[in-house]
């Protein structure tokens, strides 16, 4: 058998196996054959492929540290495909759907099993209503340039709480999407951020939950 034990371990592995098992996870259970498949640009782009094969193997060999980082691998499968393929793409969109399923899942691991990040389970409470729009107004309040980070970090850690108009080079951000132990990250930075720079507000693209912001990232179509 192999596995880590505790119910944490047992959960995570029987997420990534259900979504593994899906037939329409099949692009993302082994490697990106790029050769084979003519696409000479990907291993530039790209630059840490990941598939769940690899996870799936990982977590039946105990070879996590702990489930958040066998979160991370199963997110940087995610951010590899909407990264390489071109927003509203079959594959972006295939990418943002499962992501968002395994967010879900994950965030209910989290909380039933106490296996918070960092500061422990407290990190991954459920967001109050009252945070979510604490949120959503501190994005008023902070520059375009930390706007900017906080979209990298939710790509990273929840790319499926991000829509992205390509056809107006924007990106929309879902509170509802966020992971708890996500949101409680970003919440801190935003709320760090506001106490730093509470005074300069003009000249930045204001921004809630639901509403719009620039971002310069692009994608690629495969």
């Known amino acids: 058998m192999g596995g880590a034990a505790g119910p944490e371990w047992s959960a995570i592995t029987k997420i990534v196996s259900q979504i593994y098992a899906r037939s329409d996870a099949e692009p993302f259970r082994d490697a990106v054959d790029w050769k084979a498949l003519g696409l000479y640009d990907y291993p ?7 598939d769940l094969g690899i996870v799936k193997r990982k977590l039946e060999t ?17 951010k590899n495909c909407m990264e390489y393929n071109a927003d509203g793409s079959d594959f972006y969109i295939l990418a943002q759907n499962l992501s968002k ?6 965030a209910k691991v989290v909380k039933e099993t106490n ?3 960092g500061s422990g389970a407290a990190s991954a409470a459920e967001p109050t209503l009252d945070e979510k729009k604490a949120f959503a107004k501190s994005l008023y309040k902070i520059t375009k340039e930390q706007l900017g980070q906080v979209i990298v970090d939710l790509e990273k850690k929840c790319p499926a709480s991000l829509t992205k108009n390509s056809a107006e080079d924007e990106v929309e951000i879902n509170v509802d999407h966020i992971a708890p132990a996500a949101f409680h990250e970003v919440l801190a ?5 506001g106490e730093e720079s509470s005074a300069s507000s003009s000249g930045r693209k204001k921004k809630s939950a639901g509403s719009k912001s620039s971002s310069n990232k692009k994608s690629r179509i495969s």
């Not at 105990?62 to 995610?78: F, T």
């Not at 930075?189 to 951020?193: G, I, Q």
């Open 189 to 193: 930075y935003v709320r760090s951020c």
């Open 62 to 78: 105990a070879g996590y540290k702990s489930i958040h980082d066998a979160a991370e691998d199963v997110r940087l499968v995610w």
């Open 44 to 50: 530039q782009i790209v630059k840490r492929p990941m």
């Open 101 to 106: 399923r395994f967010e879900d899942k994950f």
């Open 115 to 117: 296996s918070g990040k």
